[in-house]
Nanobody
Framework: QVQLRESGGGLVQAGGSLRLSCATSGIIFRVYAMSWYRQASGKEREMVASVTTGGITNYSEDVEGRFTISRDNAKNMVFLQMNSLRPEDSAVYYC????????WGQGTQVTVSS
């Protein structure tokens, strides 16, 4: 059974930091590209960061320079370090594993107060 479990969300003031974690099981982690998506209330889900199996990273313009995605193939985990958070970063953040198909986590809420 495939499971992706996000953790690390919460309430933080603008300018603060959070580190999201996603623990996976049931997949051969090293062959999956890993991504973080977010969905704010009333908006579509959007990709914010991704890392390929080879470690190449990509970021949306909104988070470039503030967020850092990383993966640990030994622990089957992916992380998202979020710095200089803004109120507009508030959303439910989802972890996704992509190969020939895509698996999603349940999401973790991030709320940034002004």
């Amino acid at each position: 059974q495939v499971q992706l479990r996000e953790s690390g969300g919460g309430l933080v003031q603008a300018g603060g930091s959070l580190r999201l974690s996603c623990a996976t099981s049931g997949i051969i982690f090293r062959v999956y590209a890993m991504s973080w998506y977010r969905q704010a209330s009333g908006k579509e889900r959007e990709m914010v960061a991704s890392v390929t199996t080879g470690g190449i990273t990509n970021y949306s313009e909104d988070v470039e320079g503030r967020f850092t995605i990383s993966r640990d193939n030994a622990k089957n985990m992916v992380f998202l370090q979020m710095n200089s958070l803004r109120p507009e970063d508030s959303a439910v953040y989802y972890c996704a594993a992509t190969s020939y198909t895509i698996f999603w986590g349940q999401g973790t809420q991030v709320t940034v107060s002004s």
